[in-house]
């Protein structure tokens, strides 16, 4: 058989795998309908629908990717499902989602990795409105940035958690790619200054050390303002990723110019629902201690002693007297689960206060 015969016998074949892909994302849509109305038709008087329920798509992102036998990677196949699981909710009910704006922003695009290009994204102009607007029922769901591997914890997230009633239903992890962005009009040999985060310029310190030594380092109040500036300026360059750079319509003069090329940020997502178990979730709590010789010791002991993995610490100073400080800890498994529950109950009887943030499904994606 000619190579012109195979590759036409070859397209014949995909043509038919298309049409019966398309007839079953139909399929699954229509699935997706009828749950929202069974959800709708037994309700009881006062009560709301809950239609995305966490624990759920972790599951099946999950199932998706223990089934996987290639040649497609876990991961790429887990974001096609993502974004079929996403437009099949849109039909349910379509999701609003704030974030840390303006739009570019690496927030944003985690809350398009965790919920799917079909959710009403809308940016916020500070953390601290993310949260106030899931606390007053504007949006559903917020994202928020909590630390990154190189920088360490974002405070401004960690301290809004202190001010708000607020519940963690979700993490997302994002590996963090910066390029150096220039617009259709730049003289890329006259640069004379450099726009970005303060965050962002710093994890990209040694590279702008090594070849823009002598450029002025701008932080902007975020990478996407630094790539909105860029567009109509001839003399600057900006660090920002890929969505900015798509949104502005800029070009990469350098790519992934990160010095670690580990650099990932992780965020929470924040809601008001209760996530039941997983089977592999983490917790978030606050605790604050009694300011005593061995007040850590004492808060660390029962997680050691129940075999509990801390995976984060923080300290944050108190709102309520000064030297006095509040622990955020993130650590492996449920509150629901009964040596998580064992350890709480004993922290509870040394700590002045304690505040379960939330459980939720480890990061899939």
């Avoid at 038919?16 to 929202?36: F, G, M, P, T």
């Avoid at 790619?177 to 990209?204: F, M, N, P, W």
């Amino acid at each position: 058989m000619s190579e012109a015969d195979q590759l036409k016998a070859l397209r014949v074949r995909i043509d038919s795998l298309d049409e019966r892909i398309l007839d079953l994302i139909s399929e699954r849509a229509r699935c997706a309908q009828e749950v929202a109305r069974v959800k709708t038709e037994h309700l009881g008087e006062g009560e709301t629908a809950v239609f995305y329920r966490p624990e759920r798509e972790a599951w099946v992102l999950k199932h998706i990717m223990d089934l996987n036998k290639g040649p497609l990677g876990n991961e790429e196949v887990a974001r096609l499902f993502r974004e079929i699981m996403s437009s099949c909710l849109a039909l349910e009910q379509p999701l609003t989602v704030s974030f840390l704006g303006p739009e570019g922003t690496f927030t944003q695009a985690a809350a398009l990795k965790h919920f799917g290009q079909a959710v009403i994204s809308k940016p916020m102009a500070a953390i601290d409105e993310v949260f106030r607007e899931v606390v007053a029922g504007a949006v559903n769901f917020g994202v928020v940035p909590v630390e990154n591997s190189t920088e360490g914890a974002v405070n401004h997230t960690l301290d809004s958690f202190l001010e708000h009633d607020i519940v963690i239903c979700g993490e997302v992890e994002l590996r963090i790619h910066h390029h150096l962005l220039v617009g259709d009009t730049t003289k890329t040999d006259h640069i004379t200054r450099i726009y970005s985060h303060a965050q962002s310029l710093a994890q990209c310190r040694k590279w702008l050390d090594a070849h823009y030594p002598n450029v002025e380092r701008v932080p902007v109040a975020s990478n996407a303002d630094a790539a909105k500036r860029v567009k109509s300026e001839w003399n600057s360059a900006a660090i920002a990723g890929d969505m900015a750079a798509q949104l502005y319509g800029l070009s990469k003069l350098a790519e992934k110019i990160e010095d670690r090329p580990d650099n990932s940020t992780r965020f929470f997502v924040i809601g008001s629902q209760e996530v039941p178990p997983t089977g592999d979730d983490k917790t978030s709590i606050i605790v604050s201690m009694r300011n005593k010789p061995g007040a850590l010791h004492d808060l660390l002991m029962p997680f050691h002693q129940n075999g509990i993995d801390l995976t984060r610490i923080e300290t944050r100073p108190s709102r309520s007297g000064k030297w006095t400080y509040v622990f955020f800890i993130d650590f492996v498994g449920h509150h629901q689960n009964p040596l998580v529950k064992d350890v709480l109950e004993k922290i509870a009887c040394d700590a002045v206060a304690l505040k379960v943030l939330g459980s939720y499904p480890k990061a899939v994606l």
